[in-house]
């Protein structure tokens, strides 16, 4: 029995690169500083944050176990049950705030674009897995239609931003099996002449009001540019050495909204300035590396791919949100990663992680020919 | 052209993706040395630019709540107000030394260690910027010794706080509900921007349906505030405008005489105006006092309301599905007059039990030794079950049901109350979908009299009695009568909504069915006489007994061998005066024995008491009293 346990418990932990677990674990305690100031030293919510962290370690552990021939057999259900999940949203989903989104089981709410984030990109892994790489047209094709199918349904509910990080992570997996330089550059293109299309005929106003905001702020003093607006004051008075922990008066003042959500970023500009800033994406950067390796060291295909697409995701949410917080982006709702409140994104990401710490353990040693 | 690999290369493969990933970390750090770039311009290039707008950015829309609209009974009786409140707070932050302070504090006014222990806790889990508050209810006294010292208590506040008041605690309490502090699910119905200085809203009753009146619009001042977020200087400001009141059609007279009526039952009142379908009285007994909801309700009251096995805070008026019994039958009447099945001539031989044809099984009358060759009128004022059998059997259910739907029943009336129950005019289809077993002919029979799958909720009951009373004529039930958005204005009344008549092919078939019903009271013979001596009007009605237990074909009801639980319900309806009819009532009072015994003599006082003058209500009070004086002199 003992024997049994201790095996088990090598096992979990021979399976945890120690190098990324220090460096999230650095993140995460940084993260948690900032929350703490960015709630008001609010106890219960601490609390609750607490509560989400062992959770997400757990689930961190437990996917760090999981093979990944198996992800590789699992891809192709969960996508086809994440699509008719997301097909059944349109057909019943409620309409609260003309949005639908959730699908509702008895008392559960549940997001499937949510998990279309990590079904989207195993699906194109595993596709890519079983044909020769450098794909064919027709492999790049068929991957596409698999990426379309649920970012077209996402749009539908209406939700532009998820639908283009459920894209981008589909994108990424194409990228990494060796999407041609030159299709890629034509991708491009095409995607410079249809942002003004999408613009002018896909977007709600809503959407597009947001991406106006962007370029001019003040036209929208108390509507959507008030929080661009507020976040760049909280930012740039933070100077180079920050106000100190605690002691940001922007965000203290209730001047800044949700900034212990979306814009926990500028909390963080004004307390610990610019050199916070710089060790906060010196910790980003070196993940995302960490990341990078390890998928390049992943066992198979599918591996590799999954955990170069999960990596670049991960580098697109902190894109996505400091260029958000800092003014040269849209506002989306995308919360910072690892140190944004709440729980759905803290866990997904943290499984994220477990599946690459995973790839790097099972690896057979690259090079061999697996025929 | 890339050259193309026949056979899957692991090694080409694995360097296929060093070199993507090569380019992706290239691109990643380029993109985020964009951003760095940005915010090295924000926080260096910047700083001082920012630096001077942070300092200018000491501006705060204060949100100003409006005051919540009051809520009248129809003679501007006032049931529901809000009261003052003055409390002592502080934010955590601005209180330096805070357990000196409290020991201070404590000397100079009453605050007991409870106050302290509470305030310590709540300090600690609340953001450091809400306000906490350590005493309520500060007195005039209190509040001149605090501010006489308040330089020794710097931080601490003396606040002011508006709270939703109900002055006659538990009176109509199921009908107006309460107000209950804001959570997140509240908030996604409503609009957020004009609920955020508000602390409450309304969770139930007449001030959930009506929120969107009573709450008002909220207001704001636009404020200069200076380091520390303290308020400086007014730069511009909005004024709320508080929400309507509301004058309910409820006569808080009656209302409470119904309460007052039903205390030592479990059971349910409602009085409806026939000429325009407002509730003159909804009482639904026992009650609970709103007043403790207001400001979050402590575990252990909630908890005893809710296990209370008399259920207060149902309302029994609204979602009370009862089988009506006999009160059905003048409605039953009606249906079968129109259908032609009966006619007001026709007899049934009553001879104490109903059989189908071809069946053995025997659906007994009350009146076991029967009623003989019975026609309409004594059928009703008898309350004949055997007629009412043969009724509801010789229509079937599908004309039966349909037509006792025109009555309202098994339809919600649409009043403007939230949660209202439709309770059940059953069908065979419907019986089908929820139990999957045909209709027999046996459940039409018992429907007859208002029993098997057949309920009601009291509403319902006095509802389709008012339809009965008005000849076919339909108003929704409704319960606002007026609304009125400032003091200086006058009050706005609420047009009735007529719906659709109960058309019959003779209109003498009204007048039919109400001389029985008005013979239940009035007659020799009818069930209800001895609640309708001495009456100083003529009223119409209909006694109602309804089972909640089943009984075997052989046995008979023995009230003292059950369980208080298995009693059967005392109901009755019915309205007055005959012409012209003010009133139209349904009473129910649960496990209380047959309908003549408790419930019509409970109507008749209600009646008294809304129709009588005063004058007339003092000599009856005079006479009682004379009465008991009598008797006690007898018994000295």
Redesign the interface.
């Given at each position: 029995m003992n024997n049994n346990i201790g095996t088990i418990i090598y096992r979990w932990l021979i399976a945890i690169d120690l190098v990324l677990i220090v460096a999230l674990i650095l993140l995460i305690s940084l993260g948690t500083a900032i929350l703490f100031s960015a709630?008001?030293?609010?106890?219960?919510m601490m609390n609750t944050h607490t509560i989400h962290l062992i959770l997400a370690t757990l689930v961190m552990l437990i996917a760090s176990q999981i093979p990944s021939e198996m992800l590789n057999r699992w891809s192709i259900w969960i996508y086809l049950f994440g699509v008719i999940v997301l097909i059944l949203v349109l057909v019943q989903g409620t309409m609260?705030k003309g949005a639908q989104r959730w699908l509702e089981v008895g008392s559960l709410r549940f997001q499937p674009s949510e998990v279309m984030k990590l079904a989207v990109p195993m699906m194109v892994a595993s596709y890519f897995s079983k044909r020769?790489?450098?794909p064919?047209f027709k492999d790049v094709f068929i991957a596409s239609i698999l990426v379309l199918v649920p970012m077209l349904l996402i749009v539908k509910q209406p939700d532009l931003g998820t639908a283009l990080l459920v894209g981008t992570a589909g994108f990424?997996v194409i990228?990494?099996a060796?999407l041609?330089w030159k299709w890629l550059a034509a991708t491009a293109v095409s995607a410079m002449i249809a942002a003004p299309l999408i613009f002018y005929f896909g977007m709600h106003d809503y959407q597009r009001q947001r991406v106006l905001t962007l370029f001019n702020p003040d036209a929208d003093r108390l509507g959507s540019g008030y929080h661009i607006i507020?976040s760049?004051?909280?930012?740039?008075?933070?100077?180079?050495y920050g106000k100190g922990w605690l002691n940001g008066?922007?965000s203290?003042?209730?001047?800044l909204p949700e900034r212990h959500t979306d814009f926990i970023f500028a909390v963080f500009?004004e307390e610990f300035?610019?050199l916070g800033?710089?060790i906060l994406?010196g910790l980003?950067?070196f993940i995302?590396?960490r990341g990078?390796y390890l998928?390049?060291q992943g066992q198979?295909?599918f591996a590799?791919?999954l955990g170069?697409s999960l990596s670049?995701t991960f580098?697109i949410y902190?894109?996505v949100n400091?260029?958000m917080v800092?003014?040269?982006l849209p506002v989306v709702g995308v919360p910072l990663p690892l140190i944004s409140y709440g729980g759905t994104s803290l866990v997904t990401l943290m499984a994220a992680f477990g599946f690459l710490m995973g790839m790097k353990k099972r690896k057979k040693g690259?090079?061999?020919?697996?025929? | 052209m890339?050259k193309?690999?026949?056979?899957?290369?692991?090694?080409?493969?694995?360097r296929?993706?060093?070199s993507?990933?090569f380019v992706?970390?290239a691109l990643?750090?380029i993109?985020?040395a964009f951003?760095?770039l940005?915010?090295?311009f924000?926080?260096?290039t910047?700083?001082e630019?920012?630096?001077k707008?942070?300092k200018e950015?000491?501006q705060?829309r204060i949100p100003i709540p409006p005051v919540r609209g009051l809520i009248y009974d129809r003679n501007g009786a006032l049931l529901a107000d809000n009261h003052i409140e003055y409390v002592l707070d502080a934010k955590?932050d601005d209180v330096k030394d805070m357990d000196g302070m409290l020991k201070r504090l404590m000397q100079l006014l009453p605050i007991t260690p409870q106050d302290v222990a509470k305030f310590k806790q709540k300090l600690?889990?609340?953001?450091?910027?809400?306000a906490v508050v350590l005493r309520k209810n500060l007195t005039e006294e209190e509040i001149a010794a605090f501010s006489a010292n308040r330089l020794r208590f710097e931080g601490f506040n003396v606040s002011v706080r508006v709270q939703r008041n109900y002055p006659l605690g538990s009176v109509a309490s199921h009908l107006l509900g309460y107000v209950g502090r804001i959570d997140k699910k509240d908030l996604?119905n409503v609009n957020k921007e004009e609920y955020k200085g508000s602390t409450h809203i309304g969770k139930t009753g007449i001030e959930k349906y009506y929120e969107s009146r009573l709450h008002g619009k909220a207001g704001y001042e636009l404020m200069e505030?200076d380091?520390h977020?303290k308020p400086q200087l007014k730069l511009d400001d909005e004024a709320p405008i508080a929400g309507e009141d509301l004058y309910l059609s409820i006569d808080l007279e009656l209302q409470v005489k119904a309460e007052e009526l039903l205390r030592e039952y479990n059971g349910a009142i409602v009085a409806i105006d026939p000429q325009n379908g407002e509730v003159l009285a909804m009482a639904s007994m026992p009650a609970f006092d709103p007043n403790l909801f207001v400001n979050g309700i402590s575990y252990s009251n909630y908890n005893a309301l809710r296990d209370n096995p008399d259920r207060p805070l149902y309302n029994r008026a609204l979602q009370g599905s009862y089988p009506p019994g006999s009160t059905i039958k003048p409605m039953a009447a009606l249906s079968g007059l129109n259908a032609g099945v009966v006619t007001p001539s026709s007899t049934v031989n009553g001879k104490g039990f109903f059989q189908i044809p071809g069946n053995k099984h025997r659906f007994r009358c009350w009146k076991k030794v029967g009623h003989g060759h019975i026609s309409l009128n004594r059928a009703i004022y008898q309350s004949c079950d055997v007629y009412f059998y043969d009724l509801a059997f010789r229509m079937g259910i599908k004309r039966y049901s349909k037509a006792m739907n025109r009555f309202g029943f098994g339809l919600k009336t649409g009043i403007d109350l939230p949660s209202e129950r439709s309770a059940l005019m059953p069908t065979a289809e419907w019986k089908r979908k929820r139990y999957d077993k045909f209709w027999y002919p046996g459940d039409t029979v018992n429907t007859g009299i208002g029993q098997g799958f057949f309920t009601a909720t009291p509403l319902q009951l006095a509802y389709a009695t008012a339809t009965l009373a008005m000849h076919g004529r339909k108003f929704r039930p409704h319960i606002l009568r007026a609304t009125r958005i400032s003091r200086n204005l006058p009050e706005k009344l609420v047009t009735p909504e007529q719906l659709p008549s109960i058309g019959v092919t003779k209109l003498r078939y009204w007048d039919d069915v109400i001389r029985g019903m008005v013979n239940v009271v009035h007659g020799e013979h009818g069930t209800g006489r001895r609640s309708g001596a001495g009456a100083k009007y003529r009223f119409a009605g209909k006694t109602g007994t309804a089972q909640v237990f089943g009984i075997a074909q052989n046995k008979t009801y023995d009230a003292s061998k059950l369980r208080k639980k298995l009693h059967d319900h005392s109901l009755f309806v019915g309205f007055a005066p005959l012409k012209n009819p003010r009133i139209a009532i349904a009473v129910i009072a649960e496990n209380a024995g047959g309908g003549s015994k408790v419930a019509a003599p409970l109507a008749r006082e209600l009646l008294d008491t809304y129709l009588l003058t005063d004058k007339q209500k003092e000599e009856i009070r005079l006479k009682q009293e004379a009465k008991t004086q009598k008797k006690t002199v007898g018994e000295q």
């Open positions: 709630t008001g030293e609010n106890e219960a609260g020769n790489l450098p064919s990424f990228y990494f060796g041609p507020q760049t004051i909280a930012i740039g008075s933070g100077g180079v008066d922007q203290r003042l209730d001047f500009g300035g610019l800033n710089i994406f980003y950067i995302i590396w990078l998928a390049s198979d295909t590799r791919l170069g670049l580098f902190l894109l400091t260029g800092s003014g040269v690259y090079g061999q020919s697996s025929q | 890339e193309r690999v026949t056979i899957k290369s692991e090694r080409a493969e694995y296929l993706f060093r993507r990933a992706a970390a990643v750090f993109a985020l951003i760095l940005r915010l090295v924000l926080q260096v910047s700083f630019h920012y630096t707008l942070s950015n000491y705060k955590r600690r889990v609340n953001s450091r910027f809400q996604k505030v380091a977020g």
